[in-house]
């Protein structure tokens, strides 16, 4: 429905998204989508998509030797003028199921290149809103505001379906078309679990403790980085973190059969989380996650890389 109003509002019909996104599975989410397994099959898609590499400084398309990663947003201003007829520009702000996170630079300039071309910026941030970054919006972390902003998921307090588009009041101009209707829409039940759950994180201060945490699970994470050579990156916001597990910390190469192991091992001991990319474990605890909880299950985890470390006879343990 967004990229329909972007349509709507700007009269250009194309839209670009990242290669490795997620937006749905939808024929026109898959369609917009950038993860090849979903395409596999299916087809004719829906017309229209390009796709520019996501900014990534650990192992992108583009790497530099800084860390730097504005130019993946110069890329898409390449894509904007070279193709032409560009509505929108879809994103999350932060990558969820492998943990990618931007620079501030990169997405100012994202922004900015939006603002020059009159291309729709929305922010995707159905996995990752409504707390997870220590911001109700993970795009405020970065001082930015979208044209579009999807949420969903965590809306409805991870129990009810529920989902909403919010936009800026000059672009509510299409009250004549019909964008999609659903039979499940305006659910008078989902919206009370949604104000419910507004009202406690409000009340309950969770955005402070998400930032509290995350500083924490931050210097965990970077201990056990520095203690055990199959740990190649860590990265995250709030309470979502991605832990890119190689073989060779110079040479980056994944680490596959060991983030299989260190997944069945912490399953074991009650700890469950995603494998994204074959290599990187995906933890994002409930923001309700007590101080207590979160080191029982930083200790399980920091248990099972370190038996993966021994048991795969990396050097160093």
Same mark, same amino acid.
């Given at each position: 429905?967004?990229?329909?109003?972007?349509r709507h509002i700007t009269g250009n019909f194309k839209v670009v998204s990242l290669w490795d996104s997620f937006h749905g599975a939808s024929l026109d989410a898959i369609s917009v989508g950038g993860e090849a397994c979903f395409r596999e099959g299916m087809g004719p898609l829906m017309a229209g998509v390009e796709r520019?590499?996501?900014?990534?400084?650990?192992?992108?398309?583009? &790497?530099?030797?800084?860390?730097? *990663?504005?130019?993946?947003?110069?890329?898409?201003?390449?894509? @904007? =003028?070279?193709?032409?007829?560009?509505?929108?520009?879809?994103?999350?702000?932060?990558?969820?199921?492998?943990?990618? !996170? &931007?620079?501030? $630079?990169?997405?100012?300039?994202?922004?900015?290149?939006? +603002?020059?071309?009159?291309?729709?910026?929305?922010?995707? +941030?159905?996995?990752? #809103? %409504?707390?997870?970054?220590? =911001?109700?919006?993970?795009?405020?972390?970065? *001082?930015?505001? &979208?044209?579009?902003?999807?949420?969903?998921?965590?809306?409805?307090?991870?129990? %009810?379906?529920? $989902?909403? %588009? !919010?936009?800026?009041?000059?672009?509510?101009?299409?009250?004549?078309?019909?964008?999609?209707?659903?039979?499940?829409?305006?659910?008078?039940? #989902?919206?009370?679990?949604?104000?419910?759950?507004?009202?406690?994180?409000?009340?309950?201060?969770?955005?402070?403790?998400?930032?509290?945490?995350?500083?924490?699970?931050?210097?965990?994470?970077?201990?056990?980085?520095?203690?055990?050579? !199959?740990?190649?990156?860590?990265?995250?916001?709030?309470?979502?973190?991605?832990?890119?597990?190689?073989?060779?910390?110079?040479?980056? $190469?994944?680490?596959?059969?060991?983030?299989?192991?260190?997944?069945?091992?912490?399953?074991?001991?009650?700890?469950?989380?995603? !494998?994204?990319?074959?290599?990187? @474990?995906?933890?994002?605890?409930?923001? @309700?996650?007590?101080? +207590?909880?979160?080191?029982?299950?930083?200790?399980?985890? =920091?248990s099972a890389i370190s038996k993966v470390c021994r048991d795969y006879k990396y050097s160093s343990i």
């Open positions: 429905m967004a990229l329909k109003l972007a520019i590499p996501p900014a990534i400084s650990y192992r992108g398309a583009f &790497p530099r030797d800084d860390g730097s *990663d504005v130019h993946y947003a110069d890329y898409l201003e390449y894509v @904007i =003028e070279k193709e032409g007829g560009i509505g929108a520009f879809i994103a999350e702000s932060v990558r969820n199921t492998d943990v990618q !996170v &931007p620079s501030k $630079a990169y997405w100012k300039r994202i922004r900015e290149i939006c +603002d020059k071309h009159n291309v729709l910026l929305i922010i995707d +941030d159905i996995p990752n #809103g %409504m707390g997870r970054s220590g =911001e109700w919006f993970t795009y405020q972390a970065y *001082d930015i505001e &979208p044209d579009i902003l999807c949420i969903g998921k965590g809306l409805g307090g991870g129990i %009810m379906p529920i $989902a909403a %588009m !919010v936009t800026k009041d000059k672009y509510n101009t299409a009250a004549q078309v019909s964008l999609g209707h659903y039979t499940h829409e305006k659910s008078p039940l #989902g919206c009370a679990a949604a104000l419910g759950t507004i009202e406690a994180i409000e009340q309950g201060g969770f955005l402070d403790k998400v930032n509290a945490d995350s500083q924490f699970v931050r210097e965990e994470l970077e201990r056990m980085k520095a203690t055990y050579p !199959v740990i190649g990156d860590v990265r995250g916001i709030g309470l979502l973190w991605g832990i890119e597990l190689v073989t060779d910390q110079r040479s980056k $190469a994944r680490a596959y059969a060991e983030a299989e192991s260190v997944l069945y091992e912490c399953l074991n001991q009650g700890l469950s989380f995603k !494998v994204s990319q074959g290599n990187v @474990i995906q933890l994002s605890p409930p923001l @309700i996650i007590s101080r +207590d909880e979160l080191c029982r299950a930083l200790n399980i985890f =920091e």
